[in-house]
């Protein structure tokens, strides 16, 4: 069973940054595509941003892009999403999420694997 791990969340005012990880377990890494989605109270989990299984392919939402970078390492089974000038309205619980396979999908839905979420809260 794959199992994903998140950290890197916490508290930081708006224009700072963070750095989310995502350790992944219990399966064949280089095989996934993985990807970011991101929830906040009472809305519906969004995507953020994907990576392809040898990271040379990646897609983030509109709403981040130029701000946030998605990136992995297959040699450490780790994927990252960097966050650069935080805004207030980024604050939701993060997810990593891996499927198996080569596309970058946008849906929630299509992703077979979740973690249990690190919550970003940006303060104005």
């Known amino acids: 069973q794959v199992q994903l791990v998140e950290s890197g969340g916490g508290l930081v005012q708006a224009g700072g940054s963070l750095r989310l990880s995502c350790s992944a377990s219990?399966?064949?890494?280089?095989?996934?595509?993985m990807a970011w989605f991101r929830q906040a109270p009472g809305q519906e989990r969004e995507f953020v941003g994907a990576i392809s299984r040898n990271g040379d392919v990646t897609n983030v939402a509109g709403s981040v892009k130029g701000r946030f970078t998605i990136s992995r390492d297959n040699a450490k089974n780790m994927v990252f999403l960097q966050m650069n000038s935080l805004k207030p309205e980024d604050t939701a619980v993060y997810y990593c999420t891996a499927r198996d396979g080569n596309m970058l999908s946008l849906s929630a839905q299509n992703y077979d694997y979740w973690g249990q979420g690190t919550q970003v809260t940006v303060s104005s």
């Open positions: 219990g399966g064949t890494f280089n095989s996934f595509t």
